[in-house]
């Protein structure tokens, strides 16, 4: 049973448009959640980060969205730029226990 | 049933001891990786593995050693263990798709090591 999930395999969007990657959970236990960013040969690196206490956090171009009712959140970037084309993985944490990651969903931002 | 399945998922050992971490993964993916979880929830690469080639990251010590018995599994051996040590290490597999790219990374649960 696969308690994270990232629905869409890829997402291409224009340079300068938002790109909205989706991310949904099964596990309510769950209580921080994070979001990876892989380029190709590299491993991935952390990106951002929610906690469930929150709905919204901000980093720069960054955004990330938590509706716990839903069991959903969802990264946000905006204006995309092509530097941002990678996989991107959410994952997620309940206390004490481990983590667990969706299967990615690769941007790719046009020029 | 678990894709990519580590074992054990806590270890708490002391400063000296060697111990192994296992990986098994049952997606048929050609390769296998080593992932360490930094303080700051960086993921670093140590190792990736499939049946040709074992690439090493320079900076992992050589008292880290990957063994393979099979392309399903890729173990993590630790000797003479240290305080720095401690840490989350995830495995992962991957397949690799026409045209050379590397995607449908799984990653295991984890396994978070505490070095006393």
């Known amino acids: 049973d696969q308690q994270v999930k990232q629905n869409s395999p890829s997402l291409s969007v224009q340079e300068g448009r938002i790109s909205i990657l989706n991310c949904d959970y099964t596990?309510?236990?769950?209580?921080?959640f994070l979001w990876y960013k892989k380029y190709p040969a590299e491993g991935p690196t952390f990106l951002i980060s929610i906690s469930s206490i929150k709905d919204k956090n901000e980093d720069g171009r960054f955004t990330v969205f938590l509706n716990k009712s839903a069991k959903h959140l969802s990264l946000h970037i905006v204006p995309s730029q092509p530097g941002d084309s990678a996989v991107y993985f959410c994952a997620a944490i309940n206390y004490g226990q481990n983590f667990v990651f969706g299967p990615g969903t690769r941007l790719s931002v046009l020029p | 049933d678990t894709a990519v399945s580590q074992t054990p998922k806590y270890l708490v050992t002391q400063m000296g001891n060697d111990k192994s971490i296992k990986c098994e993964q049952n997606?048929?993916?050609?390769?296998m990786y080593w992932y360490k979880q930094d303080s700051k929830k960086f993921l670093k690469i140590m190792f990736s593995y499939n049946n040709k080639e074992l690439i090493i990251n320079e900076t992992v010590p050589n008292r880290f050693s990957p063994k393979s018995p099979d392309k399903a599994h890729l173990n993590l051996h630790i000797n003479s263990l240290e305080l720095g040590d401690s840490a989350v290490y995830f495995c992962a597999s991957s397949q690799e798709f026409k045209g050379g790219e590397r995607d449908g990374y799984t990653f295991g649960s984890g396994t978070r090591l505490t070095v006393v």
């Open positions: 997606l048929g993916h050609d390769t």
């Open positions: 596990n309510s236990m769950f209580d921080y």
